[in-house]
């Protein structure tokens, strides 16, 4: 008796260490989707600060951050229409295409 619970003991023991050994899967990242969203962050800072500095206007501020959430928006609808966290390198071209428009008139 002592033996078997001997070999049970190490075999949970044996059978911890191979799933802790075994490495887990991570889900690749979008980088397109990652730089996108680094730009939007971006354009909202510079929108604070230019109606911090006076560049422009109150009004002004509040239409060039809801054009960003426009294009956050058209971002994460695209990405639901793949259905997938990913997008294609033409939406890519469309959403940054609409962020340097943004950033051009600032």
Not at 45 to 69: E, F, N, P
Not at 74 to 99: E, H
Request: aromatic share 4%.
């Amino acid at each position: 008796m002592k033996h078997f619970t001997l070999l049970v003991v190490l075999f949970i023991f044996s059978t911890g260490l191979a799933l802790a050994a075994t490495p887990v899967p991570t889900p690749a990242q979008n980088t397109a989707s990652k730089n996108i969203n680094v730009r939007m962050m971006d354009l909202i800072q510079k929108i604070k600060q230019d109606q911090h500095s006076g560049k422009i206007t109150k009004d002004q501020a509040k239409a060039y951050r809801d054009q960003v959430k426009a294009v956050r928006k058209q971002q994460l609808d695209d990405m639901k229409a793949n259905g997938r966290k990913q997008l294609t390198d033409a939406q890519t071209a469309q959403i940054n295409q609409s962020l340097d428009t943004i950033a051009s008139s600032l």
